[in-house]
């Protein structure tokens, strides 16, 4: 990792409500299956340490992926699936080949 300082700069653009999305993990009871997934979408949180602190009083000791959509997206129920882009703030996918720590 590096650190370099910058000039200040204004966004271009600046989500006042973000909406956050959490993947909570669960491992399977065999190894023949991956990974089994809880998936949340979170709106109206005040900042980032309370969404933080909902994921882990939900997180009952499964693994996550905590995620900040990159634009506005209406919620639309559960079957409708969501289409932002996602920037991870924390976690990782357990079922991803790269993930070692499973």
Not at 5 to 25: G, K, Q
């Amino acid at each position: 990792m590096k650190a370099e300082p910058t000039v200040h700069s204004e966004e271009l653009e600046e989500l006042a409500h973000p909406v956050y999305r959490v993947n909570f993990w669960a491992k399977p009871l065999s190894a023949a299956f991956g990974w089994n997934l809880d998936a949340w979408v979170v709106f109206g949180a005040a900042d980032l340490d309370e969404v933080s602190q909902w994921v882990e009083d939900h997180a009952k000791g499964r693994r996550y992926e905590l995620f900040v959509e990159t634009v506005s997206q209406t919620y639309s129920g559960f079957e409708k699936p969501r289409t932002a882009s996602l920037v991870r703030l924390a976690g990782a996918n357990p079922n991803d080949p790269r993930f070692t720590d499973a």
